[in-house]
């Protein structure tokens, strides 16, 4: 039997995918007859575009680029060359600094450019509402599927670590299934957090998902299939008999992590990755030994409890992986690294003469970490660590069992740059319950440190989801992340409601109107920040100049097209999305309507008249949107419809604009408010009861507007349903209060 498993974008590009390598290493001790190949797609996919090997994607856009800068403008002119030469050095002049902060924030920018592109693309066909062509799923995916049929495997399983990496395997999946006719399987640490039968009856052409740790469900499940009996293996979901089931893990099926061999990273190109040197993920644990955050979920996948392993066989993994891929750095991406531990790993790697360089990612404040530790764990090579501090205000850390103290944290970051040893703290913004006072108080210990935030968020499995009450939260419902013709895909995230104190969206915000502060400039994650710990990266407050925008950067590349002649139809529309992009409304309109006048071929017409009615329509224009698509006949797509729909409803016009929506449905779009207006013209036109339908879905899409409870309540009352008008009427009520209005 052949595996193939892969690891798909969209992950920042800079170390090689650790699960993937960890089951390559395990099946080819327990399992040696079956050959295992890894790939990491989100690599190759990066390099690809940064080098500008991908074809044009603009005609598969399904707006055609509207308000979007078209990433291969980023990329024009072998600036993609000059980020990889920036960012695959590690500076050590200020000018090389400079050039390294200009190189990762155009990079960020380009990531974000990305993922949102290929959002728009393959969104609406995950939740089965469009279909890819054959030329857009060839474009889209012909290194993979090429790859795969070049391979020829048995199965094709994915490793899914965040819900950017699900929405690419999911449509590549369905490509793999269709045109190799190669069975599709899922793991990876985001399963555990998900519901896989869900998933396995949204996508009927799935055949397996793993969830939980898969070392030894991987091994027992190729014993078995195809043909065998599942219901021997643990930590899978699968289907039989047309029925979907789950077969959870064994209690006593916990991984032996003194049994595991080292992970297999031999399959990856370890001098490709967007890195000055090659840094490998490793561990000395799995779960946490703390427990108790009551935020959150991350030691799901690996079924609670904590299992440590010895020392002796993390630094003689360190060793083997030093003489095997000539590297000299690691990164420790435990949960949770102990005091004890670091101690003993510390003596290890300086007995054995190991001259390494590591962080880690997992570090609480504890007393233990004193000075003398930090300088022990210094002296064998410990740089940088990632704190989760997560505030600077007792009451909170109290509310979230941290554990700690304020005057701890001082103490253990003083302690740290005492010993050399960089800390980068993290914070979580807008816990249930803060304050405008305490969030004042940690916006000023944010300026003082090198920092990252992130928006609380409430999750399937943390304590605080599963005792709302004890925080003070009321859990209003479950975020869904698809919705496809076969069933619904729930997020791991929950909305809430909190009675007192700022929400997320505020405290956010607030921090952000506060800014800056001394965060990582920009974030490329743990790896780039282990290895510029040894510089004044986390230190100097110089600031390099800002590098151009994506916009910026686009325009220019359109400049030189418009001045070798090479302007047409495209050309215009490249242009109008850098427009868009920057809230160049009137420039917009003015162009739209010279590329009309330019161009006659009726696709690129199409698109420029939508562009034009979106302009006018931000612009405030409705009659000028009608008067251009007309007021009768058929539009020739469904983005017409939708800006015709929203010219109308500007008008007050329920029932043409109703008309646009339902057309606009029926191909396949979306734009963001459509169900809102759907349901508002409903109920103008005296349909409650399809207002309520319509309504109902514009709240899974867009939870945080009140407005579209209170038209609920409204059609609720027409209905002459006054409890259920009354709970919409509360809902509302709740919204507002936790989005800070009156």
Same mark, same amino acid.
């Given at each position: 039997?052949? /595996? ?18 960890c089951?390559?290493g395990?099946l080819?001790r327990?399992?040696p007859?079956v ?9 190759a996919?990066?390099r ?6 991908m ?5 598969h ?5 509207l308000?979007t800068?078209c990433?291969?403008?980023?990329v024009?002119?072998r600036?993609g060359?000059?980020l990889?030469? #920036? ?14 902060v200009?190189a990762?924030?155009i990079?960020? !920018?380009?990531?974000? &450019? ?5 959002h !728009?693309?393959?969104f ?14 060839? #474009?889209?995916f ?8 070049a391979?020829?495997?048995d199965?094709?399983g ?10 690419y395997? /999911? ?7 269709e ?20 998933? /396995?009856r949204?996508?009927?052409w799935?055949?397996v998902?793993?969830?939980g ?5 991987l091994?027992?499940?190729?014993d ?10 643990g ?12 077969q ?5 099926a916990?991984v032996d992590?003194a ?5 297999d ?8 990755y ?6 490998l993920?490793?561990?000395t644990? &799995? ?6 955050? @009551?935020?959150?979920s991350h030691?799901l996948p ?11 066989q ?14 000299r ?17 510390s003596r290890e ?5 190991l ?15 004193d000075?003398?530790l930090l300088?022990?764990?210094y002296?064998?090579?410990l ?13 909170l850390?109290d509310l979230?069992?941290?554990?700690i103290t ?10 740290c740059c ?9 914070f979580?913004?807008?816990l ?5 006072e305490?969030?004042d ?9 090198p920092?990252d935030?992130s928006s609380f968020?409430l ?6 989801q ?7 939260i009321r859990?209003?419902?479950r ?6 013709p076969?069933?619904?895909v729930?997020?791991?995230r929950?909305?809430f @409601?909190a ?10 915000a607030?921090?952000?109107a506060a800014?800056?502060?001394?965060k990582m400039?920009?974030?490329l994650?743990e790896?780039?920040?282990l290895?510029?710990?040894g510089?004044d ?9 800002a590098?151009?925008?994506g ?6 590349a359109?400049?030189?097209r418009?001045?070798s002649g090479q302007i047409d139809?495209?050309?215009?529309l490249?242009a109008l999305g ?10 917009t309109?003015?162009?739209a309507?010279a590329g ?7 696709? /690129?017409?199409?698109?420029l ?23 009768n006949?058929t539009?020739?797509?469904a ?15 329920a029932?043409?604009?109703?008309? #646009?929506?339902n057309?606009?449905?029926?191909g ?9 207006i ?6 103008e036109?005296g349909?409650?009861?399809?207002a309520?339908a319509?309504l109902a ?11 579209v409870?209170?038209?609920?309540a409204r059609?609720?009352?027409?209905l002459?349903q006054?409890e ?8 509302t009520r ?9």
């Amino acid at each position: 039997m052949k /595996l193939l498993l892969a690891f798909t974008p969209f992950h920042t590009p800079a170390s090689p995918p650790f699960g993937l390598a960890c089951l390559k290493g395990a099946l080819a001790r327990s399992r040696p007859d079956v050959v295992v190949r890894t790939v990491d797609w989100n690599l190759a996919f990066f390099r690809r575009w940064l080098q500008g090997e991908m074809p044009d994607l603009c005609d598969h856009h399904p707006t055609h680029l509207l308000g979007t800068v078209c990433p291969s403008l980023i990329v024009d002119g072998r600036l993609g060359d000059r980020l990889l030469a #920036d960012l695959t050095h590690l500076p050590q002049t200020p000018a090389e600094q400079d050039r390294y902060v200009q190189a990762a924030r155009i990079l960020d !920018d380009l990531y974000n &450019r990305l993922a949102a592109f290929y959002h !728009d693309i393959l969104f609406p066909v995950v939740e089965g509402r469009q279909t890819l062509s054959s030329q857009a799923a060839d #474009d889209l995916f012909s290194a993979e599927l090429a790859q795969i049929a070049a391979e020829q495997p048995d199965i094709v399983g994915f490793s899914i670590l965040t819900e950017h990496n699900l929405l690419y395997a /999911l449509a590549l999946g369905q490509l793999v299934k269709e045109r190799l006719g190669i069975p599709v399987v899922l793991g990876g640490a985001m399963m555990s957090h998900l519901e896989p039968e869900e998933l /396995l009856r949204a996508y009927p052409w799935l055949d397996v998902v793993f969830f939980g740790e898969a070392e030894n469900s991987l091994a027992h499940f190729v014993d078995v299939w195809p043909g065998g009996n599942l219901s021997q293996v643990g930590g899978i979901a699968y289907r039989e008999g047309g029925r979907v089931r789950c077969q959870p893990q064994p209690a006593h099926a916990q991984v032996d992590l003194a049994q595991l061999p080292s992970p297999d990273f031999g399959d990856f190109p370890l001098e490709e990755y967007v890195v000055p040197e090659p840094v490998l993920p490793i561990i000395t644990s &799995r779960g946490c030994y703390w427990g108790k955050c @009551t935020f959150c979920s991350h030691t799901l996948p690996y079924g609670g409890g904590v299992r440590v392993r010895r020392p002796e066989q993390v630094v003689a993994e360190m060793a083997e992986q030093m003489a095997r891929y000539g590297v000299r750095r690691f990164l420790f991406v435990d949960e949770a690294i102990s005091p004890r531990t670091l101690r003993a790993l510390s003596r290890e790697i300086r007995s054995r003469g190991l001259g390494v360089q590591f962080g880690a990612e997992g570090v609480r404040v504890e007393a233990a970490f004193d000075e003398a530790l930090l300088r022990e764990a210094y002296d064998a090579g410990l740089r940088w660590v990632y704190v989760g501090v997560e505030s600077a205000n007792q009451r909170l850390l109290d509310l979230m069992e941290k554990g700690i103290t304020v005057e701890r944290v001082e103490t253990f970051i003083a302690a740290c740059c005492c010993a050399g040893i960089t800390p980068q703290l993290s914070f979580i913004v807008g816990l249930p319950g803060t304050t405008r006072e305490e969030l004042d108080g940690e916006i000023t210990f944010m300026k003082r440190h090198p920092m990252d935030s992130s928006s609380f968020v409430l999750l399937l499995g943390a304590p605080m989801q599963q005792q709302p009450q004890r925080y003070g939260i009321r859990i209003e419902e479950r975020q869904v992340l698809y919705r496809t013709p076969q069933g619904v895909v729930h997020a791991p995230r929950f909305y809430f @409601t909190a009675p007192a104190g700022l929400s997320p969206v505020v405290a956010d915000a607030i921090v952000e109107a506060a800014g800056p502060y001394r965060k990582m400039r920009p974030h490329l994650g743990e790896v780039h920040a282990l290895l510029l710990a040894g510089t004044d990266f986390f230190h100097s407050e110089a600031r390099p100049p800002a590098p151009m925008g994506g916009a910026e950067i686009a325009g220019q590349a359109l400049a030189r097209r418009q001045a070798s002649g090479q302007i047409d139809g495209r050309w215009f529309l490249h242009a109008l999305g850098c427009l868009e992009d920057q809230g160049r409304l009137e420039e917009t309109v003015a162009l739209a309507q010279a590329g009309l006048k330019t161009t006659r071929e009726p696709h /690129l017409q199409a698109a420029l008249m939508l562009h034009l009615a979106a302009a006018q329509n931000m612009a405030g224009r409705p009659e000028a949107v009608v008067r251009l698509l007309g007021k009768n006949g058929t539009l020739s797509e469904a983005a017409l419809h939708a800006e015709r729909a929203r010219a109308w409803f500007a008008l007050g016009r329920a029932r043409p604009a109703l008309r #646009d929506l339902n057309a606009m449905f029926k191909g396949g779009h979306e734009i963001r408010w459509a169900y809102y207006i759907q349901g508002l013209c409903y109920e103008e036109t005296g349909r409650p009861q399809q207002a309520l339908a319509a309504l109902a879905r514009a709240e899974e899409r867009d939870w945080l507007e009140p407005d579209v409870n209170e038209a609920r309540a409204r059609c609720w009352q027409q209905l002459a349903q006054p409890e259920q008008q009354q709970e919409e009427i509360a809902r509302t009520r709740r919204k507002r209060v936790s989005l800070g209005e009156p």
